[in-house]
């Protein structure tokens, strides 16, 4: 016996319904097992208060002009080839 098609999406819809109400189930299990995961934080990211995460260092002032001028430089490079090829 074969299936019409309107049978077919019928049976289709039913089963997507019902494994979408076992996916909010499992969904609300994680939740009550791991509240944090409702906020959309990951543990022990910082707080928002500004502070850093532990061993994660920023670049001082040196490390940041010496950047700029690396990328000023490549950036110029880029430039004058692009201008050489045309």
Known sequence: MALTRSQLL??????????LAELKSEIEAL?????????????????????RLPGRRGWNAAQRKAAAERMKKYWAARKSAKKKSK
């Open 10 to 19: 019928r049976l289709a819809r039913s089963g997507a319904e019902t494994r």
């Open 31 to 51: 939740y009550r097992s791991f509240p944090e995961l409702r906020r959309g934080r990951k543990p022990g990211a910082a707080n928002g208060s500004g502070k």
